[in-house]
T-cell receptor, first 113, second 111 residues
Framework: DSGVTQTPKHLITATGQRVTLRCSPR?????VYWYQQSLDQGLQFLIQ???????AKGNILERFSAQQFPDLHSELNLSSLELGDSALYFC????????????FGSGTRLTVV | GQSLEQPSEVTAVEGAIVQINCTYQ??????LSWYQQHDGGAPTFLSY????GLEETGRFSSFLSRSDSYGYLLLQELQMKDSASYFC????????????FGSGTRLQVQP
């Protein structure tokens, strides 16, 4: 157990629907990062939050949004889902806002049918 | 922007030594990280090179040469459990950016 908790582990939903992925960072970590990993692909950075504030944005679609709450957990909202959104979504956390060693959660596997 | 290139697949035998290369094109970065990911698992942090040279952590070593825009991960005394994907990553020094990962190298260790 890495200390980063992601729920749910698996999610199957239909095109056009909206889902929310949840992440609780490791105790003491203030940064949360969201990454998308499609089949046999690398990790694509979506967005970073640090202590409740957005810190960096990557290739995140306008249909996707995220936030970090006062208790530091984070949620990634994916709407108007398309088949191509099927992927593994990882959350990672780190202590600071400019670290090189992240702790990843076990991921949420999203399947859009 | 940042671009990191890795071989897609490497095969080696148990007990051998294997080197996984990472070449990059980036305007500037703070250092090179390496992560390991087993099938169906989460990426786990392996090593970090802030400066040029070799960093050793047990059976794993990592090397960085900024002048050559090149780094590698060296795995010694390969074990079956080392079969996994390995990713290099950089954190850009422009703006507050998170780690940018390469596309990964799948290492297959054979008996």
């Amino acid at each position: 157990d890495s200390g980063v908790t992601q729920t749910p582990k698996h999610l199957i939903t239909a095109t056009g629907q909206r889902v929310t992925l949840r992440c609780s960072p490791r105790s003491g970590d203030l940064s949360v990062y969201w990454y998308q990993q499609s089949l046999d692909q690398g990790l694509q950075f979506l967005i970073q939050y640090y202590n409740g504030e957005e810190r960096a944005k990557g290739n995140i679609l306008e249909r996707f949004s995220a936030q970090q709450f006062p208790d530091l957990h984070s949620e990634l909202n994916l709407s108007s889902l398309e088949l191509g959104d099927s992927a593994l979504y990882f959350c990672a956390s780190s202590v600071g806002q400019a670290d090189y060693g992240y702790t990843f959660g076990s991921g949420t596997r999203l399947t859009v049918v | 922007g940042q671009s990191l290139e890795q071989p897609s697949e490497v095969t080696a035998v148990e007990g051998a030594i294997v080197q996984i290369n990472c070449t990059y094109q980036t305007s500037g970065f703070y250092g090179l990280s390496w992560y390991q990911q087993h099938d169906g698992g989460a990426p786990t942090f392996l090593s970090y090179n802030a400066l040029d040279g070799l960093e050793e952590t047990g059976r794993f070593s990592s090397f960085l040469s900024r002048s050559d825009s090149y780094g590698y991960l060296l795995l010694q005394e390969l074990q079956m459990k080392d079969s996994a994907s390995y990713f290099c990553a950089v954190r850009p020094d422009t703006g507050r950016r998170a780690l940018t990962f390469g596309s990964g190298t799948r290492l297959q260790v054979q008996p």
